[in-house]
């Protein structure tokens, strides 16, 4: 047993034991708070700062695209939205439910939140709603207020005021892709509902329309909720850019084409500045600046119009005989003379194969002054021949056939300029006569763009080599200075004169094209691309006419001109797909589009009658689509052995039966 001494003795080493420890474990923590609050003070004070007060990004508004007036093509408006920030939220599915109870959120609503969730930053905003009216922004700002991770914000959407008129030529702007974000690394990529340009002069000057992101700190609660705001750094908006086009006149165009599948492209000789670049038909770029709806995308896919496709840049046509200007200028340079001639019966003889002209009874004796005006192919096949596929090659390049210009537009289509050279390249074959015959009248291998033929008509017209552009100079700055083509006025002038018949003499073949402006005169060449012949077979079972052809398989219609003939300013090509005839049709539009640059009062009246005759073919085509959806359902209703014996759908016709027949080809 031990003593009261021992007892003593050994409590005091115990004590002194756990005193030690305890003073050990004192001094560790008091060694750590120093170092944390000396060493690391800084880092843990900046911690608790970002917990209580969040950074967020002002995307910029997008600059403003304004025509040659300064009128607005496409702007922003006003967009009330709903976002939420994934690791601020607890449960998505209550914080849907709790959304729901004031905006109505269907199945690929839910979709795509998840689905953004799901790809993004969980402290990136996700976008649940836009466009949102403001009695519901109102009702949200009220109801949602206090839910972690919710929040109504106010940003800008594009807007464009005419719509399918400049979707080709504008473009218009979307959700940047992943591959884009990894490419720029730029947070605003993936910042909810950040658009940038994806096509047309929005994707070639996005840089500059895009502008510069500003931020805004703000005190949060640990919920999230902003309890007030610290500071702000304001966005930079992009700038404004001005642009060549005339809204008016590219409105006039486009409703002038009514339900065509064309171009028209109008450039101004003195400048290069291109006035009015139409492709109709089109798309609503207010609809591409959302999401496309599946519904609609797979319409516009399988339209035979190709409203996706800009045609005026990127379409490539044979220019028919709106090249036989070239031609005719390659043979002045190569020593033939205006008077030279050749006794037109309607066809050209190479060998065993016989070459036709338009006017199958032939022209009689033609010269270099009536071949244009009465667009005789047989004076060209002949004179073509003899000058060569190389000489007329080279006045094309020189006239800007097949060249790409410096325009902010995506996807220019260069064309083709056969020689013999560019065979042997690309087949590896000799160049044949015949094949200089269909080039010497704008067939066979040639291929251009409605912006070629533009260019190379206000060429033709001021003898200088002139450079189209669509970004309008600054003001006050000296107009552009056009090397000349250096072709001898003389050559020109016997041109431009043919070109004068073709519109103003009695036997020319677009006498519909004459201005009806007193004192401005119209110069202009038709042309007829064919895109197949009708066989002997067919004619034998009366298949004569080019409309009796599916459509799909009627000749281009085009038309070049100039104006005024006394003193060149406007320059216009015209190509109307599958358009039958030059002469009878691509014509009058460039009449009346020149016409609105002198007379817009007078031009404005041809719409009346154009646009009527379009809205009863819609109404008809209307109603034949709900008299064949009726059937079909009434189809279906029927026995099996009755619907094999139903009849067919009426058909509609587009025209009385009686109506007279074009000519089977016409320029």
């Known amino acids: 047993m031990r003593s009261q001494a021992e007892r003593e003795q050994s409590f005091t080493r115990r004590a002194l034991v756990l005193g030690g420890g305890m003073g050990l474990v004192g001094l560790t923590l008091t060694s750590r708070l120093t170092y944390l609050s000396i060493f690391e003070g800084e880092q843990y004070r900046l911690a608790s700062e970002e917990n209580r007060v969040q950074l967020r990004l002002i995307p910029p508004r997008r600059g403003w695209i304004v025509d040659r007036s300064g009128k607005p093509l496409a702007l922003n408006r006003p967009d009330y939205r709903l976002e939420l920030i994934p690791e601020q939220i607890g449960d998505l599915d209550t914080v849907l439910a709790q959304i729901g109870k004031v905006l109505p959120l269907g199945f690929e609503d839910e979709l795509r939140i998840r689905a953004d969730i799901a790809i993004q930053p969980s402290y990136m905003p996700v976008e649940v709603a836009r466009d949102l009216d403001w009695r519901t922004f109102a009702a949200l700002n009220v109801k949602v207020a206090d839910v972690a991770g919710l929040r109504p914000v106010r940003a800008f959407s594009r807007v464009y005021p005419d719509a399918d008129h400049f979707a080709h030529l504008l473009g218009y702007v979307g959700a940047p892709t992943p591959e884009q974000y990894k490419e720029q690394k730029d947070p605003l990529l993936i910042f909810p509902g950040f658009r940038i340009g994806k096509d047309g002069i929005e994707r070639r000057a996005d840089k500059s329309l895009r502008g510069t992101a500003g931020a805004q700190r703000v005190e949060v609660t640990a919920r999230g909720k902003v309890v007030r705001e610290l500071d702000t750094r304001g966005d930079i908006p992009g700038k404004t850019l001005r642009l060549t086009i005339d809204r008016d006149l590219q409105n006039f165009t486009a409703r002038r084409l009514g339900d065509n599948s064309a171009s028209v492209i109008v450039i101004d000789c003195l400048t290069g500045d291109v006035l009015t670049m ?75 194969n016989t070459w036709h002209c338009h006017a199958r009874r032939g022209h009689g004796f033609v010269d270099m002054q009536s071949a244009l005006p009465k667009s005789c192919d047989v004076y060209f096949y002949a004179f073509g021949r003899q000058v060569g596929v190389d000489a007329i090659a080279a006045m094309a390049h020189r006239l800007g056939l097949g060249q790409k210009f410096d325009l902010p537009l995506p996807g220019q289509a260069s064309g083709i300029v056969p020689s013999t050279d560019w065979k042997q390249q690309r087949y590896g074959k000799a160049w044949t006569i015949g094949e200089t015959l269909n080039t010497s009248i704008g067939q066979g291998y040639l291929i251009a763009n409605p ?65 009806p402006i007193g004192g401005v005169h119209f110069a202009g060449k038709t042309g007829t691309a064919q895109v197949r012949r009708i066989s002997a077979a067919e004619r034998r079972t009366g298949v004569k006419r080019n409309e009796a052809l599916p459509w799909k398989q009627r ?3 085009l038309f070049v001109a100039f104006a005024p003939t006394e003193a060149p300013r406007y320059a216009v090509s015209v190509i109307i797909e599958h358009g039958i005839a030059g ?66 759908p009426p058909s509609f016709e587009t025209g009385p039966a009686d109506a007279p027949a074009p000519p089977a080809r016409e320029d």
């Not at 646009?611 to 008809?620: H, P, V």
């Open 583 to 648: 002469g009878r049709y691509a014509a009058p539009i460039a009449r009346d589009v020149l016409t609105f640059l002198y007379d817009p009062a007078r031009a404005l009246k041809t719409l009346g009658p154009i646009e009527a005759a379009l809205a009863a073919k819609r109404g008809a085509e209307a109603q034949e689509k709900a008299l064949a959806a009726q059937q079909a359902e009434e189809a279906k209703l029927m026995p099996a052995w009755l619907r094999a014996e139903a009849p067919m």
């Open 451 to 515: 912006l070629q033929l533009a260019v190379m008509t206000a060429r033709l017209a001021s003898g200088n080599a002139v450079m189209p552009r669509l970004i309008a100079a600054p003001d006050g700055s000296p107009p552009p200075v056009f090397a000349s083509l250096g072709i001898p006025e003389d050559h020109l002038a016997i041109v431009r004169q043919g070109m004068f018949d073709v519109v103003n003499a009695g036997i020319g073949t677009a006498r519909g094209a004459r201005s």
């Open 278 to 352: 139409v492709s109709m038909p089109a798309y609503d770029p207010n609809i591409f600046s959302t999401r496309v709806p599946t519904a609609l995308w797979k319409e516009l896919q399988a339209d035979d119009h190709n409203p996706l496709l800009n045609k005026s840049a990127m379409g490539l046509y044979p220019p028919g005989s709106t090249f036989k200007m070239v031609t005719a200028l390659a043979a002045l340079e190569a020593g033939i003379t205006p008077d030279q001639g050749i006794d037109c019966n309607g066809r050209y003889r190479l060998g065993n």
């Open 555 to 557: 000749d281009h219609a």
